[in-house]
């Protein structure tokens, strides 16, 4: 009757973290992480703030906020939930998700980011989320680090999940690089 360990890709449970409702981990319970299978794997609820969210047990956090797994290594770089005021009364009022630039929620230094991925989502309780997959390049690299001439290998992934709430602007943004 043990749970069954998952090995979950580690840019797809990255994916299935930011997809958790955000509203789910802003004190109201831990948020769940379920494969595609339907298997959940072994978690711990991490607190950050009034902020709960789940990772796999097998997760530890270094003091300088980056998370490794036991057995597969570096998985993110940080785990960064925030809030902030916002007169908004939802995402939705900042404009399409396609279009939108990201200083609108006060997110800096994305600017030149790539964007791989931006999906409107709405949660159980009605509530419109907007979530980011962003690749970010250097300036410059090697020769043999460019995928054509002149453009670099991204090396950093972010996602971002924005949600609005109780007058308050919730960002759940991960980071990480390549392993």
Known sequence: SGIMRVALARRAFLH?????????????????????????AEQRTVTQGPATYSVPSSWTNDQGGAWTDAVLGPVADSIVW??????????????DV??????????EGLDYADLVSAIRR?????????????????????????????ACLPT???L??????????????????PA
């Open 16 to 40: 299935l973290m930011a997809s958790v409702p955000l509203v789910s981990r802003i004190g109201t319970g831990p948020a769940r992480a379920v494969e595609s299978s339907g298997l959940i």
């Open 82 to 95: 925030s809030a902030t005021d916002t007169t908004l009364a939802s995402v939705d009022k900042a404009g």
């Open 98 to 107: 396609s279009k939108l630039p990201l200083k609108k929620f006060g997110i």
């Open 122 to 150: 709405v949660d159980d309780n009605g509530a419109p989320h907007y979530e980011f997959d962003l690749a970010l390049s250097p300036a410059s690299c090697e020769r043999e680090e460019q995928l054509i001439p002149g």
């Open 156 to 158: 950093k992934v972010v």
């Open 160 to 177: 971002l999940s924005c949600v609005v709430s109780g007058g308050k602007l919730h960002t759940l943004r991960i980071d990480a690089s």
